[in-house]
C-alpha cells in the first residue's frame, strides 16, 4: 500500500497530516495483520499537473493513488482504510 501526501512547504496543514500520516502508520508497524505501507511526500509546486489540480485543497492524502482525504488526516478514517485492505 502507497500513502502520498500532497502538499507543499511552509504548509501548516500539511505539516499537520503528516504527524498523523505518520502516527497512524507507526501505531500499525507492530500489527501482524497491517499491510506493508509506504509513505511518500510529494509538493504541488514541483508539478504543474498537481498544483493545477490541487492547489486549493492541499494537503491531500492518497492511498493507492486514489484520494483519501483533503485538507484534514483523520486518525481514525485513515486507519480504518488502511485495515480495509
Known amino acids: 500500500m502507497v500513502l502520498t501526501l500532497l502538499g507543499k512547504p511552509d504548509c501548516h496543514l500539511c505539516e499537520t497530516a503528516r504527524g498523523v500520516v505518520t502516527s497512524v502508520v507507526s501505531g500499525?508497524?507492530?500489527?501482524?495483520?497491517?499491510?506493508?505501507?509506504?509513505?511518500?511526500?510529494l509538493s504541488i509546486l514541483d508539478d504543474p499537473e498537481l498544483l493545477e489540480k490541487y492547489a486549493e485543497e492541499i494537503p491531500v492524502l492518497l492511498i493507492n493513488g486514489r484520494?483519501?482525504?483533503?485538507?484534514?488526516?483523520?486518525a481514525d478514517r485513515l486507519r480504518a482504510a488502511i485495515l480495509e485492505v
Open 28 to 41: 500499525l508497524a507492530g500489527m501482524a495483520f497491517a499491510p506493508s505501507i509506504s509513505v511518500e511526500e
Open 67 to 74: 484520494v483519501h482525504n483533503i485538507w484534514r488526516v483523520d
